[in-house]
């Protein structure tokens, strides 16, 4: 089942599939896009067939956030019209972050701005092998926002990350003891 030409969903064998679909644009994403997310995320909440739920992007990015050609036509809207856009954008990300079954970030190549929300809501982000989707950020910032354990890491070279910590939710007893 595809969301939007821009946002394409999928569930197969308990696994949902929402991929960011415009590779063109680094799969940036608008407003309407960000409603799609949602929509997506609830409706793959309330399938009692999905286990998992895997965010991707089409293309060469996993995402570069905000749609900076819908961001520039903000001056000339109404401040109310502004904020409806901007909670859209907020909605997606909370969505991901609620989603009550694990959720999973297939992050390559760059992941930007809003991206990185996308992708820290989700309980886990996996980054293709040799991709470090926040190259140039501070070490003291990934560990302080990603909850990972830097063992010399340098630029191109993952293989040192792991956990700071369990992951959220799988660590969950299922009886909720």
Not at 21 to 36: S, V
Not at 137 to 153: A, E, M, Q
């Amino acid at each position: 089942m595809a969301m939007t030409s821009t946002v394409l969903t999928r569930v197969e064998d308990g696994v949902a599939t929402l991929t960011l679909n415009r590779p063109k644009a680094m799969n940036a994403f608008d407003a309407d896009d960000a409603r799609a997310i949602v929509e997506a995320t609830d409706l793959f909440a309330a399938d009692p067939d999905v286990r998992v739920m895997v965010l991707g992007g089409a293309g060469r990015s996993f995402s570069a956030g905000g749609d900076f050609n819908w961001v520039l036509t903000w001056p000339d809207l109404d401040a109310i019209t502004r904020r409806v856009g901007a909670d859209a954008m907020m909605g997606a990300v909370q969505a991901i972050y609620d989603f009550p079954k694990p959720s999973i970030a297939r992050v390559h190549g760059a992941a930007v701005g809003g991206g990185v929300g996308l992708m820290l809501a989700c309980d886990f982000a996996v980054a293709a092998i040799g991709e470090v989707p926040f190259d140039g950020l501070r070490p003291d910032l990934w560990k302080r926002y990603l909850g990972i354990v830097l063992d010399g890491l340098r630029p191109g070279n993952t293989s040192k990350l792991r956990p700071a910590a369990p992951p959220r939710r799988l660590i969950e007893h299922p009886d909720g003891e």
